[in-house]
Nanobody
């Protein structure tokens, strides 16, 4: 059974930092794309960052320069380091992974991802 389990969310003041982690199990994800999405109340789910197995990354414009995604293929984990957090970063953050491998193009749409975690709440107070 495939599982993605997120951790590290919480409440932080604006300007602060949080690190989210996602542990995947049930299959090997070393060739999968792994990503973080977020969904705020009343808004659609949107990609925050994604990373290919080889390390190529893609970030939403809103988080470029503030967030960093990384992965450990041996451990089946993906992390999201979030710095200089803003109130508008408040959302439920979800870890996701694809079933197939991508060698160059980073999929942006949630429909391209096959496995999802339950999500972790990030709240940034202003």
């Amino acid at each position: 059974q495939v599982q993605l389990v997120e951790s590290g969310g919480g409440l932080v003041q604006a300007g602060g930092s949080l690190r989210l982690s996602c542990a995947a199990s049930g299959r090997t994800f070393s060739s999968s794309v792994m990503g973080w999405f977020r969904q705020a109340p009343g808004k659609e789910r949107a990609l925050v960052a994604a990373i290919l197995s080889g390390g190529r990354t893609k970030y939403a414009d809103a988080v470029k320069g503030r967030f960093t995604i990384s992965r450990d293929n041996a451990k089946n984990t993906v992390d999201l380091q979030m710095n200089t957090l803003k109130a508008e970063d408040t959302a439920v953050y979800l870890c996701a992974a694809t079933a197939k491998s991508y060698t160059w193009i980073v999929p942006l749409e949630g429909s391209s991802y096959d496995y999802w975690g339950q999500g972790t709440q990030v709240t940034v107070s202003s």
